[in-house]
C-alpha cells in the first residue's frame, strides 16, 4: 500500500492475513468473505452448546461472526471435546432487556458483555459471579489489568468483571486547523489552563455553522465518561463504599465548573458523537480536538487517513493528579449459567488467551485489555496502518498502565436511579437553570437519601432469585398445560 493512500478496511485485514478476497461491507468494519482454515473437531455425540459474547468493536455482520467463530473452533472448542461454544454478538444499550429476558430464563450467553450506556453494567450486575476466590484459586493477579478500570467493577460482594479493553481516551486532533489559525501544537504535558487558551483560538462562526475546540463527553444521559474530570481536580464522585455522592466536594465542583464554563461558551461541546461516527466532527471541520476510544484508531485511519494533518495527544493536566476517561465495557461470568467450570473456562479464554485478544485487536485496531499486550498493539497497527507510523500512538498505553483512567462508577443499592437523577439536574445545569454548585448539591442530596432508603429497605431480589422465580413459573405452567390437556 503507498503511504499516501487512505487504508481501506479490506486492506487492513489483508494485510494481517484475516481478508480472502471479497468486497467490503461498508460500515460494517470487516470484509465480507468466505472463512477458510483448519475443519472444525467433529462434534461428539451429546455435545454442550454454550453461547457466549465478546467484545468486537464495530456493527456485527455474518462475516465477523464467522471469523471469531473460526478461531474459537481452532482453539476453544478443539481442546474442549464435547463442547461447542457459540460466538453471539455483544450487547449494546437498547438490548439489555433482552439479555436479562435470556439470563433470567436460563439462556442467557455463559459470558456477559455490555456496553452504549451508563446503566448497562448495573443491569447486568445481579447475574454476575463474583472472581475472586476463581482469580486467586488459579493464581491469576490483578496486575494484568488496570487499575484504574479494575475500580468500577469492585463491588462489596467482590470484584464483579474484568474490562474488555482499555480505551483509555486521548484527544485526537487536527494539526492543519491549527496551522491555519497560527497556533502551536499542544505539547504533552499540557495543562488544562493551556487547553482552555489554545481551544479558545480554535473557535468559529462561518457560513452559518459553529466550529467547536473540542468534545467534553458530559452530555445528560452518558455523563459517566466526564466522571474523570473530578479525579482531575481532587474531587471524586462517590466514596469507597458506593453509597454516598462526593460532588458537593470543592475538588469536584471546581472540575464540574471548568467543563461547563467551557460549553456554555460554546468553547467545548458535549455532543461526543456526530452523526457518521465517533470523529465525524474532526473530518467535517466542526472540531479541532476529539476524544475517542474503542474504535477511535480504525475511524482514524480510514477518514482521517493521509487526507487530513492530525496526531494524537493526552489529556492535558489537570491541578491535582492526571486523570482519563476510560470505557467500562467488560468481561463477566453468567451466574446462572448450567456449567459454571465451563463458564470459568471459556472466561480466561475469552479474557487472557493472548491468541484470542490479539486477533480481536486485528479485527478491528481495538486497543487490548491486558496490560502485556500495549506493545503488540502498536506493532499491529503500525504494521496494519503506515499512516499510524508517525502518531503518537503510545498515550493509549501510559493511562492504562499507570492506572489513572477513570470510568463510570456506579451507587450500590439504586445505581439505576441515581444515574436517572444526575441526568435530569445535569440537563438543567446545561440549559443554565442551576448553577454548578446548586446542581451538584442537589445530586448529592437526592442521590444520598435513594441510598439510605434502600439500604434500610428489604434488599430486592438478586439475580439468583429471579432466575429460581421464572423457573418456578415456566414449571408451574407447564403443569396448567399438562392438567389442561
Given at each position: 500500500m503507498c503511504e499516501g493512500r487512505v487504508v481501506t478496511r479490506r486492506v487492513l485485514l489483508s494485510r494481517l492475513g484475516l481478508a480472502c478476497g471479497a468486497t467490503v461491507l461498508a460500515g460494517t468494519g470487516l470484509v465480507g468473505c468466505a472463512?477458510?482454515?483448519?475443519?472444525?473437531?467433529?462434534?461428539?455425540?451429546?455435545?454442550?452448546?454454550?453461547?457466549?459474547?465478546?467484545?468486537?468493536?464495530?456493527?456485527?455482520?455474518?462475516?465477523?461472526?464467522?471469523?471469531?467463530?473460526?478461531?474459537?473452533?481452532?482453539?476453544?472448542?478443539?481442546?474442549?471435546?464435547?463442547?461447542?461454544a457459540q460466538y453471539v454478538h455483544w450487547t449494546t444499550g437498547p438490548e439489555i432487556p433482552g439479555l436479562v429476558a435470556a439470563i433470567t430464563a436460563g439462556q442467557g450467553p455463559y459470558i456477559l458483555t455490555t456496553g452504549g450506556?451508563?446503566?448497562?453494567?448495573?443491569?447486568?450486575?445481579?447475574?454476575?459471579?463474583?472472581?475472586?476466590?476463581?482469580?486467586?484459586?488459579?493464581?491469576?493477579?490483578?496486575?494484568?489489568?488496570?487499575?484504574g478500570q479494575l475500580a468500577t467493577f469492585r463491588y462489596p460482594q467482590g470484584l464483579m468483571a474484568v474490562p474488555?479493553?482499555?480505551?483509555?481516551?486521548?484527544?485526537?486532533?487536527?494539526?492543519?486547523?491549527?496551522?491555519?489559525?497560527?497556533?502551536?501544537?499542544?505539547?504533552?504535558?499540557?495543562t488544562y489552563t493551556d487547553a482552555v487558551r489554545i481551544w479558545q483560538g480554535c473557535v468559529s462562526d462561518k457560513g452559518g455553522r459553529h466550529r467547536y475546540a473540542a468534545t467534553l463527553d458530559t452530555q445528560p444521559g452518558d455523563i459517566g465518561e466526564g466522571y474523570f474530570l473530578f479525579q482531575g481536580f481532587g474531587g471524586a464522585f462517590m466514596d469507597a463504599t458506593h453509597t454516598r455522592c462526593l460532588l458537593d466536594q470543592s475538588g469536584s465542583i471546581a472540575g464540574g465548573e471548568w467543563a461547563f464554563d467551557l460549553i456554555w461558551n460554546g468553547v467545548a461541546t458535549n455532543r461526543g458523537h456526530w452523526p457518521g461516527g465517533e470523529l465525524a466532527g474532526l473530518w467535517l471541520g466542526e472540531c479541532v480536538?476529539?476524544?475517542?476510544?474503542?474504535?477511535?484508531?480504525?475511524?482514524?485511519?480510514?477518514?482521517?487517513?493521509?487526507?487530513?494533518?492530525?496526531?494524537?495527544?493526552?489529556?492535558?493536566?489537570?491541578p491535582v493528579r492526571p486523570a482519563t476517561a476510560v470505557q467500562v465495557d467488560f468481561y463477566g461470568i453468567n451466574a446462572a449459567a448450567p456449567r459454571q467450570d465451563i463458564?470459568?473456562?471459556?472466561?480466561?479464554?475469552?479474557?487472557?488467551?493472548p491468541g484470542l485478544n490479539g486477533f480481536v485487536m486485528k479485527l478491528s485496531l481495538q486497543e487490548p485489555a491486558l496490560l502485556s499486550l500495549w506493545d503488540e498493539w502498536e506493532a499491529i497497527l503500525r504494521a496494519t496502518a503506515p499512516v499510524l507510523r508517525t502518531k503518537a500512538i503510545g498515550y493509549w498505553k501510559q493511562?492504562?498502565?499507570?492506572?489513572?483512567?477513570?470510568?463510570?462508577?456506579?451507587?450500590r443499592y439504586e445505581p439505576i436511579q441515581a444515574v436517572q437523577v444526575i441526568?435530569?439536574?445535569?440537563?438543567?445545569?446545561?440549559?443554565?437553570?442551576?448553577?454548578?454548585?446548586?446542581?451538584?448539591?442537589?445530586?448529592v442530596q437526592q442521590v444520598d437519601a435513594l441510598e439510605t432508603a434502600a439500604a434500610s429497605a428489604p434488599p430486592p431480589a438478586s439475580g439468583a432469585q429471579r432466575i429460581a422465580a421464572a423457573q418456578r413459573e415456566?414449571?408451574?405452567?407447564a403443569r396448567m398445560l399438562e392438567a389442561a390437556r
Open positions: 472463512v477458510s482454515g483448519a475443519a472444525k473437531p467433529e462434534s461428539l455425540p451429546a455435545v454442550l452448546h454454550v453461547p457466549f459474547q465478546i467484545n468486537v468493536q464495530g456493527a456485527p455482520t455474518a462475516a465477523s461472526t464467522a471469523l471469531v467463530q473460526q478461531y474459537v473452533d481452532e482453539h476453544f472448542n478443539a481442546e474442549h471435546p464435547g463442547v461447542q450506556c451508563d446503566t448497562c453494567f448495573p443491569s447486568i450486575l445481579p447475574f454476575l459471579k463474583p472472581l475472586d476466590g476463581l482469580l486467586r484459586q488459579d493464581n491469576i493477579p490483578l496486575s494484568l489489568w488496570s487499575s474488555a479493553y482499555t480505551a483509555a481516551q486521548p484527544y485526537v486532533y487536527r494539526q492543519d486547523i491549527l496551522d491555519e489559525l497560527g497556533l502551536t501544537y499542544p505539547e504533552p504535558d499540557w480536538f476529539s476524544e475517542g476510544a474503542g474504535g477511535t484508531m480504525l475511524s482514524a485511519v480510514e477518514n482521517l487517513g493521509t487526507r487530513f494533518k492530525w496526531d494524537l495527544i493526552p489529556y492535558p493536566r489537570w463458564a470459568w473456562e471459556l472466561f480466561k479464554f475469552v479474557t487472557l488467551d493511562a492504562a498502565v499507570d492506572g489513572y483512567g477513570y470510568g463510570v462508577q456506579f451507587f441526568d435530569g439536574t445535569w440537563a438543567d445545569i446545561w440549559q443554565h437553570r442551576m448553577s454548578v454548585s446548586e446542581g451538584f448539591g442537589q445530586i415456566r414449571r408451574r405452567l
